[in-house]
């Protein structure tokens, strides 16, 4: 159940205070040009009266209207601004229109412009960001990558037993990763202040999910691949003899061609499947509602945008050539960039906050 932010009563009206003026646009669907007319307030119950921002009303199916007060950005910390509302509900379930601000909207204290996500994902958009804001605050993300990412494959390929407790711990330490990401596009003033992860436990349960059944899929295209290849494997075993490997290696290539293909066409099946489980996690992380809505959240968001994330995930295999060039060391840019662009990416199709440039 997600629980949205309390913060109390505000005097100002965050429709009314930006340049964008006031809150009176429709409530858009990802899949409607113009949208559906909702009642006198987009953010909360269709029969809200005008100027009380019920945006704690839960769009995902929840008949409870939880009572979520417009947050007043300037009492915040200059230095965190929206950040410390991470890991609360900014989602209704419903879209902008590109142009409609956030409740959270104040770039003065938040350094970024933010948008309601229209529910549409632009993958060039989503990288940009991840790469802009990785430079912009290279203090932390590469630290952080370097502490939770490289080192740990380093240590995976020189001692096997550290490499695999280290990857046991990346297990525990993505929800992490997960919420910093988050909590970055709420304020471009985002430092990294101790290892906080409001909604760690659902975090982690939607990642073991996910993986459990990306890894049943796998396993079901090894079979499918094994199939297509296994003749040639069978024929190849079957006309070398074992003394010949030992004295000739260059007569296993074709065993190791046959295998290759297993996992090429397996890496290519999975590469179809992969956009349909990119987005749960996201959701899980953003408190954005029930750990099953948040499933069957993702799950829609990925069809809905399934070219855009197919992109995003061609540029990320694309991005791999040159981490693997420099022995790794672009991951510590790249990594960092492919989260802050999937937290872009899923401000956009939920509906959340995306953040932009400001115009200050």
Same mark, same amino acid.
């Given at each position: 159940?997600?629980?949205?932010?309390?913060?109390?009563?505000?005097?100002?009206?965050?429709?009314?205070?930006?340049?964008?003026?006031?809150?009176?646009?429709?409530?858009?669907?990802?899949?409607?040009?113009?949208?559906?007319?909702?009642?006198?307030?987009?953010?909360?119950?269709?029969?809200?009266?005008?100027?009380?921002?019920?945006?704690?009303?839960?769009?995902?199916?929840?008949?409870?209207?939880?009572?979520?007060?417009?947050?007043?950005?300037?009492?915040?910390?200059?230095?965190?601004?929206?950040?410390?509302?991470?890991?609360?509900?900014?989602?209704?379930?419903?879209?902008?229109?590109?142009?409609?601000?956030?409740?959270?909207?104040?770039?003065?204290?938040?350094?970024?412009?933010?948008?309601?996500?229209?529910?549409?994902?632009? %993958? +060039?958009? !989503?990288?940009?960001?991840? *790469?802009?804001?990785? @430079?912009?605050?290279? &203090?932390? =993300?590469?630290?952080?990558?370097?502490?939770?990412?490289?080192?740990?494959?380093?240590?995976?390929?020189?001692?096997?037993?550290?490499?695999?407790?280290?990857?046991?711990?990346?297990?525990?330490?993505?929800?992490?990763?997960?919420?910093?990401?988050?909590?970055?596009?709420?304020?471009?003033?985002?430092?990294?202040?101790?290892?906080?992860?409001?909604?760690?436990?659902?975090?982690?349960?939607?990642?073991?999910?996910?993986?459990?059944?990306?890894?049943?899929?796998?396993?079901?295209?090894?079979?499918?691949?094994?199939?297509?290849?296994?003749?040639?494997?069978?024929?190849?075993?079957?006309?070398?003899?074992?003394?010949?490997?030992?004295?000739?290696?260059?007569?296993?290539?074709?065993?190791?061609?046959?295998?290759?293909?297993?996992? %090429? +066409?397996? !890496?290519?099946?999975?590469? *179809?499947?992969?956009? @349909?489980?990119?987005? &749960?996690? =996201?959701?899980?992380?953003?408190?954005?509602?029930?750990?099953?809505?948040?499933?069957?959240?993702?799950?829609?968001?990925?069809?809905?945008?399934?070219?855009?994330?197919?992109?995003?995930?061609?540029?990320?295999?694309?991005?791999?050539?040159?981490?693997?060039?420099?022995?790794?060391?672009?991951?510590?840019?790249?990594?960092?960039?492919?989260?802050?662009?999937?937290?872009?990416?899923?401000?956009?199709?939920?509906?959340?906050?995306?953040?932009?440039?400001?115009?200050?």
């Amino acid at each position: 159940m997600s629980t949205p932010y309390n913060g109390g009563p505000s005097s100002q009206d965050p429709f009314n205070n930006n340049e964008f003026g006031t809150g009176s646009s429709a409530n858009n669907s990802p899949d409607s040009a113009a949208g559906a007319q909702g009642g006198s307030s987009v953010y909360g119950t269709p029969d809200n009266v005008a100027g009380s921002h019920n945006y704690g009303y839960n769009g995902y199916g929840s008949e409870q209207a939880a009572g979520y007060d417009p947050y007043d950005v300037n009492a915040a910390s200059v230095n965190q601004g929206a950040a410390q509302l991470n890991g609360t509900t900014l989602v209704d379930g419903t879209y902008g229109d590109g142009t409609q601000p956030h409740p959270i909207n104040n770039p003065a204290v938040n350094g970024y412009t933010h948008i309601k996500g229209t529910g549409k994902m632009n %993958a +060039l958009e !989503a990288w940009g960001y991840g *790469f802009r804001q990785t @430079f912009a605050n290279w &203090q932390t =993300w590469i630290v952080i990558a370097l502490l939770l990412i490289l080192l740990p494959t380093l240590a995976s390929a020189f001692i096997p037993f550290v490499g695999f407790l280290f990857g046991l711990a990346m297990l525990f330490l993505a929800p992490f990763l997960y919420s910093f990401a988050l909590a970055q596009t709420l304020s471009k003033h985002w430092k990294f202040d101790g290892m906080k992860a409001p909604t760690y436990g659902s975090t982690l349960g939607m990642a073991l999910l996910v993986g459990l059944i990306s890894t049943l899929i796998s396993l079901v295209f090894i079979a499918i691949s094994a199939m297509i290849f296994g003749g040639s494997i069978m024929a190849t075993l079957s006309a070398v003899d074992p003394a010949q490997l030992e004295g000739d290696p260059m007569a296993a290539l074709p065993l190791i061609g046959a295998f290759f293909g297993i996992v %090429a +066409l397996t !890496a290519f099946l999975m590469l *179809f499947v992969t956009p @349909f489980l990119v987005f &749960q996690v =996201w959701y899980a992380a953003d408190n954005a509602c029930s750990f099953g809505d948040a499933f069957k959240e993702g799950f829609s968001a990925g069809a809905r945008n399934y070219l855009q994330l197919l992109l995003a995930t061609i540029i990320y295999m694309l991005l791999m050539i040159p981490v693997a060039l420099t022995l790794g060391l672009g991951a510590l840019i790249v990594v960092p960039a492919y989260y802050l662009a999937l937290a872009y990416a899923y401000r956009q199709v939920s509906g959340g906050p995306v953040p932009t440039e400001a115009q200050i």
